[in-house]
């Protein structure tokens, strides 16, 4: 069913009459942690990141031997939360350039806000054939929002030879952090990417040199280029590329108006202001973090109270 990421979408009829392939469902490997990103190598291997313990693990797709090829140190997952090792990319041309790309939740020294000790990195490795491990940790893109809610974390190099990276928008403005204020509609000043202030990334899909830098054809929001190409998202948890070269990417709504976008350059995907289409059905912005009375009505299914029935 190629044909249903051509330029001329298929109508329902024709997509029900569509070819279809025959596929056999079998369970390779089982009992993984969390299993994050999964990528095909170019050996022909499956490769795939466990959040909870930061290991790489190449799987035999034949047999199901699972070896594990590295353990990123000093990545941290929080119980029952989104952080952890997140991305993982190869170089297009892996053969000559042997880098291996991954994302994770590491602890950020300079953090001064004890609620957000941790920050995320987007880090480069080689991969040592000989020793079958990677070595030699370049960090691309440090400093980048982190918490334990709506991390995103997708890492795909498009053949432009960038880094796409989703990266959420940190699941402020409910549950948790329902008094913080949601960055996905923000965009960073020129005086903030000076400083290194990444915090207006938070709800943004990046692109990224090979070497962490700024594209030069990067979009410019109010006259500041930076690594945001899309802006207005929640929580973009898929990121691909189809066979046509465009960038898809699904997003999680809340509670329903889930999404799958087609990602153009300098697009604004709406939230928080929208979810799903733009239709004001089942969906209002509420601004917690503008309250003046941030005092915090506990959920009844939460705060251990009990209903009498009868």
Known sequence: MSNALADVPL??????KAKTEN???KVLLSNLNK???LVWGPDNQ???TELVTGKILRVNPETGAVKTVFQVPGIINDPHAQNGLLGFAFHPDFKNNPYIYISGTFKNPQATDKNSPNQTIIRRYIYNKSTDTLQNP??????LPSSKDHQAGRLVIGPDHKIYYTLGDQGHNQLTYLFEPNYAQSLPTQQE???KDFHAYSGKVLRLNLDGSIPRDNPSFNGVTSHVYTLGHRNP???AFAPNGKLLQAEQGPNSDDEINLVVKGGNYGWPNVAGYKDDSGYAYANYSAATNKSQIKDLGQNGIKVAAG
């Open 23 to 25: 596929f056999e469902k």
């Open 138 to 143: 370049v960090d691309l893109l440090a400093g």
């Open 46 to 48: 499956i490769w795939l």
């Open 35 to 37: 299993p994050h990103a």
């Open 237 to 239: 948890q898929g990121l």
């Open 193 to 195: 990417l000076k400083n």
């Open 11 to 16: 109508t329902p009829a024709q997509f029900a």
